[in-house]
């Protein structure tokens, strides 16, 4: 199958305690934390590719710049959408946005890059051996 931009993927997720800067330690605050937030901009990102991987297959993340817009409290809904804009050989390009039931709470590019599962985890396996 191939990839090309245009793909569109989209997760929802209420936000609960152990998703808060308070418990990450990233913050004293208890509301959504910058790095869950990315997390889930990552896991949108995925999620558009899902479909479309070759058996064996998968991306990992290499970059992504961030920007955080609003605070999100405990029990809203937060959806992500992620949609791909350009591919370059296994270098796949997104733009993504976050809302809460209220307003928009961050927006990002993110990088990701096809691999092959196995090579993959064989360098892993390799770094722990070394």
């Not at 999100?72 to 050989?89: D, F, H, N, Q, S």
Request: with cysteine; glycine share 6%.
């Amino acid at each position: 199958m191939v990839i090309e931009p245009g793909l569109v993927g989209e997760v929802t997720h209420v936000v609960s305690e152990s998703d808060t800067a308070a418990t990450y330690g990233s913050g004293l605050v208890p509301v959504l934390s910058t790095p869950h937030l990315i997390a889930l901009m990552e896991n949108a990102a995925q999620t558009a590719l899902n479909p479309w991987m070759e058996t064996g297959q998968s991306a990992v993340g290499t970059h992504i710049d961030m920007r955080h817009l609003a605070a999100t409290p405990v029990g809203m809904e937060v959806r992500v959408r992620a949609e791909l804009i350009e591919v370059e050989g296994r270098k796949l390009r997104f733009d993504i946005e976050a809302w809460d039931e209220k307003e928009k709470i961050g927006a990002c590019t993110h990088e990701r890059y096809l691999i092959d599962r196995e090579r993959f985890m064989k360098r892993v396996q390799a770094k722990q051996k070394s």
